[in-house]
């Protein structure tokens, strides 16, 4: 049994977005405080008396409960809003006129999808599209959110503000979209998850288990998209794929002190075969139809990565082939070069990488100081006193004054 | 940023006969080709590839068979670059797989449609 200390941020993080869904829909961007206000009340209310009195029988039960009943009163209380949510209420229970709050879980899946959809709308910025989705649809802190996205909370108040204004301004929905749209948006959809899932994976933040949480989040959030039939489509099953195969690697990239662990070096037992098999089921699930997404390309990177056979890094190659004609990235640019240098040599990557034009990108003077290491050593140390100069992460500080020392000790 | 297609053209010879190995490398080049433009941003159309099936239309609907019964070379293809200059883009084309097979690259300017 978890002691309460445990127990309330376990069931905040599970409970506070289930529950902030379904009101939300119900009260709609315009009141969308005030939905997260009665959450917020009842997760107080729940630490208090569960602290004195201990835990109840069925603490998600009794959340519901008092989540239920502090949202009718203030629905009862504001007769202008009552109007307005009563009529859609009523047509649900014409008999009884009683407001009732359904948290199924079927409805609760269904207001999150819902929610996703409203929140992943290409009318605000994308990192704002990132917070909302952090903040509603995965119950995290503000204080979290500002620590993935190496800020302080005053910034993520304000861009969150911001966000939910717009939303309201431009009177957005929250619900599904149409059959029509359906595929269009949830293109936007899984930018987002994306850029979700990479914000924990490649975040500069020190804070490990935040980070691994928001790229299990962006999981969650994907899973979800694949349990409803609208939105099963092949390029969401190659998301989850790439989710999988990624964070089939998370223990073995993290190095003692937080510094990233080069693919070559990591220990291939911390690999963890489970989630690689995971997203080899999904990788299979995404292969039907013609489209091919960058999230297939990358997910079969992925795949490749994971695999030990002899000719994978032209297999690798040629997919960052595609994936850049499909869409330039500089990171995607940068490990193609890396690629290269395992199937032409070091010498002949060189020559391409000075052609890519990203001087003065941390990961490009990084690079080049792997691919000088043992070619030219003087070129390899000036690359990575460059790099050092660009990046302020200490762990990555750390490891490429070692990298120096090294060469500098031949 | 200006833009040039890159224009293939290939004479048909119907002797050359590669085998499959010899044409996956000539696959494998060309992916590269194109990859490589790409890691530089500088591809802005992977444009399209063109088949020997065909027929040229003319006046007074006249039809023959086949986009090369005239001319002895064939476009079998373009792709679009995004470079400054007509030099970059040139240097581009030197990379192309075409020579080994006898073809040539055409180069050419695209005319902005915003000016």
Same mark, same amino acid.
């Given at each position: 049994?978890?002691?309460?200390?445990?127990?309330?941020?376990?069931?905040?993080?599970?409970?506070?977005?289930?529950?902030?869904?379904?009101?939300?829909?119900?009260?709609?961007?315009?009141?969308?405080?005030?939905?997260?206000?009665?959450?917020?009340? #009842?997760?107080?209310?729940?630490?208090?008396?569960?602290?004195?009195?201990?835990?109840?029988?069925?603490?998600?039960?009794?959340?519901?409960?008092?989540?239920?009943?502090?949202?009718?009163?203030?629905?009862?209380?504001?007769?202008?809003?009552?109007?307005?949510?009563?009529?859609?209420?009523?047509?649900?229970?014409?008999?009884?006129?009683?407001?009732?709050?359904?948290?199924?879980?079927?409805?609760? #899946?269904?207001?999150?999808?819902?929610?996703?959809?409203?929140?992943?709308?290409?009318?605000?910025?994308?990192?704002?599209?990132?917070?909302?989705?952090?903040?509603?649809?995965?119950?995290?802190?503000?204080?979290?959110?500002?620590?993935?996205?190496?800020?302080?909370?005053?910034?993520?108040?304000?861009?969150?503000?911001?966000?939910?204004?717009?939303?309201?301004?431009?009177?957005?929905?929250?619900?599904?979209?149409?059959?029509?749209?359906?595929? @269009?948006?949830?293109?936007?959809?899984?930018?987002?998850?994306?850029?979700?899932?990479?914000?924990?994976?490649?975040?500069?933040?020190?804070?490990?288990?935040?980070?691994?949480?928001?790229?299990?989040?962006?999981?969650?959030?994907?899973?979800?998209?694949?349990?409803?039939?609208?939105?099963?489509?092949?390029?969401?099953?190659?998301?989850?794929?790439?989710?999988?195969?990624?964070?089939?690697?998370?223990?073995?990239?993290?190095?003692?002190?937080?510094?990233?662990?080069?693919?070559?070096?990591?220990?291939?037992?911390?690999?963890?075969?489970?989630?690689?098999?995971?997203?080899?089921?999904?990788?299979?699930?995404?292969?039907?139809?013609?489209?091919? @997404?960058?999230?297939?390309?990358?997910?079969?990177?992925?795949?490749?990565?994971?695999?030990?056979?002899?000719?994978?890094?032209?297999?690798?190659?040629?997919?960052?082939?595609?994936?850049?004609?499909?869409?330039?990235?500089?990171?995607?640019?940068?490990?193609?070069?890396?690629?290269?240098?395992?199937?032409?040599?070091?010498?002949?990557?060189?020559?391409?990488?000075?052609?890519?034009?990203?001087?003065?990108?941390?990961?490009?003077?990084?690079?080049?100081?792997?691919?000088?290491?043992?070619?030219?050593?003087?070129?390899?140390?000036?690359?990575?006193?460059?790099?050092?100069?660009?990046?302020?992460?200490?762990?990555?500080?750390?490891?490429?004054?070692?990298?120096?020392?090294?060469?500098?000790?031949? | 940023?200006?833009?040039?297609?890159?224009?293939?053209?290939?004479?048909?010879?119907?002797?050359?006969?590669?085998?499959?190995?010899?044409?996956?490398?000539?696959?494998?080049?060309?992916?590269?080709?194109?990859? /490589?433009?790409?890691?530089?941003?500088?591809?802005?159309?992977?444009?399209?590839?063109?088949?020997?099936?065909?027929?040229?239309?003319?006046?007074?609907?006249?039809?023959?068979?086949?986009?090369?019964?005239?001319?002895?070379?064939?476009?079998? /293809?373009?792709?679009?670059?995004?470079?400054?200059?007509?030099?970059?883009?040139?240097?581009?084309?030197?990379?192309?797989?075409?020579?080994?097979?006898?073809?040539?690259?055409?180069?050419?300017?695209?005319?902005?449609?915003?000016?």
């Amino acid at each position: 049994m978890k002691s309460e200390k445990e127990l309330i941020p376990h069931l905040f993080r599970s409970e506070y977005s289930k529950i902030t869904a379904v009101l939300g829909r119900l009260f709609g961007f315009e009141h969308i405080e005030i939905a997260e206000d009665i959450v917020s009340d #009842t997760f107080m209310m729940a630490a208090e008396t569960w602290g004195q009195k201990g835990l109840p029988d069925n603490p998600v039960a009794w959340l519901y409960a008092v989540a239920k009943n502090k949202a009718k009163d203030y629905l009862k209380r504001n007769q202008l809003f009552s109007d307005k949510i009563a009529a859609a209420v009523a047509y649900n229970s014409p008999e009884t006129y009683e407001i009732e709050i359904d948290l199924s879980g079927k409805n609760i #899946t269904d207001s999150q999808l819902q929610m996703m959809f409203a929140i992943c709308n290409p009318i605000i910025p994308a990192e704002a599209q990132i917070g909302l989705s952090l903040r509603i649809l995965c119950g995290f802190g503000i204080e979290e959110i500002a620590d993935a996205f190496l800020t302080n909370k005053e910034t993520i108040n304000k861009r969150l503000f911001r966000a939910k204004e717009k939303l309201r301004a431009e009177q957005v929905k929250i619900e599904f979209p149409d059959k029509e749209e359906v595929a @269009s948006r949830l293109n936007t959809v899984l930018t987002t998850l994306y850029l979700l899932f990479n914000e924990g994976y490649y975040s500069l933040s020190q804070n490990a288990s935040l980070r691994k949480d928001l790229c299990l989040e962006a999981m969650r959030l994907t899973y979800l998209l694949i349990g409803n039939e609208a939105t099963n489509q092949p390029a969401a099953n190659a998301l989850l794929a790439l989710m999988c195969f990624h964070s089939s690697r998370f223990e073995a990239r993290l190095g003692q002190h937080g510094e990233s662990v080069l693919y070559e070096e990591q220990d291939t037992s911390l690999w963890d075969d489970e989630l690689i098999a995971r997203g080899q089921h999904y990788l299979n699930k995404a292969s039907v139809g013609n489209a091919i @997404s960058k999230y297939h390309v990358e997910a079969a990177i992925a795949y490749w990565h994971t695999t030990r056979t002899a000719d994978k890094w032209e297999h690798i190659l040629q997919l960052y082939n595609t994936l850049l004609i499909l869409e330039y990235s500089p990171i995607a640019a940068l490990n193609r070069t890396y690629a290269l240098s395992k199937t032409i040599g070091k010498e002949a990557a060189i020559i391409e990488a000075g052609k890519l034009g990203l001087n003065g990108n941390y990961l490009y003077h990084c690079l080049m100081g792997y691919l000088y290491s043992g070619i030219e050593n003087t070129c390899a140390i000036a690359n990575f006193e460059t790099a050092l100069k660009l990046t302020k992460a200490k762990a990555d500080k750390a490891q490429i004054r070692q990298y120096i020392s090294d060469l500098k000790n031949g | 940023m200006n833009e040039f297609s890159l224009i293939f053209r290939n004479e048909q010879n119907p002797d050359v006969q590669f085998s499959p190995e010899q044409m996956q490398e000539i696959l494998k080049q060309w992916h590269d080709w194109m990859g /490589g433009m790409a890691a530089q941003n500088k591809m802005a159309n992977p444009g399209n590839r063109l088949a020997f099936e065909g027929a040229v239309v003319r006046k007074n609907n006249v039809v023959t068979d086949g986009p090369y019964a005239e001319i002895k070379e064939m476009i079998s /293809g373009y792709i679009v670059v995004q470079t400054e200059t007509l030099a970059e883009a040139i240097e581009l084309a030197k990379g192309c797989p075409i020579y080994n097979a006898g073809g040539c690259v055409e180069v050419r300017s695209i005319i902005p449609m915003s000016m």
